[in-house]
């Protein structure tokens, strides 16, 4: 193989790995349950969360990713056109708290526990119903 094609190979398989590592698109599973969930990593990407989207599929959610854990990390419905259920998670991943069915029209209130957690998961109204979820209950991804 020349020169020129083994850089351009090496190109290629770098290009790929950037390209597939910048997709914040990920699985994670809680109670036998796997969703496809956007990441919010930066506080940008928090901020915004689900706002101003139209729907969202009863396989797909949210997480929220934050870099350490935090005390009274409350959410709200600023800017939502449909109901979320919202899972809060300590740093071991374990449920600490579920706010189900937050409407659109509870805006400006804000929910979450008064302890520390490190993930948040927003899915759609229903959801820990159907699938019993409850505090202690393991994310996984």
Do not use: H
């Not at 496809?36 to 997480?63: D, I, P, W, Y």
């Not at 998670?89 to 526990?113: C, H, L, Q, R």
């Amino acid at each position: 193989m020349s020169k020129k094609k083994i850089i351009f190979l090496i190109i290629v398989v770098v290009g790929a790995f950037f390209l597939l590592s910048s997709n914040n698109l990920r699985y994670v599973k809680i109670n036998g349950v796997t969703l496809k969930v956007s990441l919010a990593l930066t506080e940008r990407a928090q901020e915004r969360g689900l706002s101003g989207r139209e729907s969202l599929e009863e396989n797909e959610g949210m997480l929220f990713v934050f870099s350490q854990p935090i005390a009274r990390n409350f959410f709200w419905m600023k800017e939502m056109n449909f109901p979320l259920d919202m899972i809060w998670f300590g740093a071991d991943k374990k449920v600490v708290y579920i706010k189900k069915n937050a409407t659109p029209e509870s805006y400006p209130e804000s929910f979450g526990p008064n302890e520390e957690t490190k993930y948040v998961l927003e899915v759609i109204s229903g959801f820990s119903d159907k699938y019993n979820l409850k505090e202690g209950d393991l994310l996984e991804f």
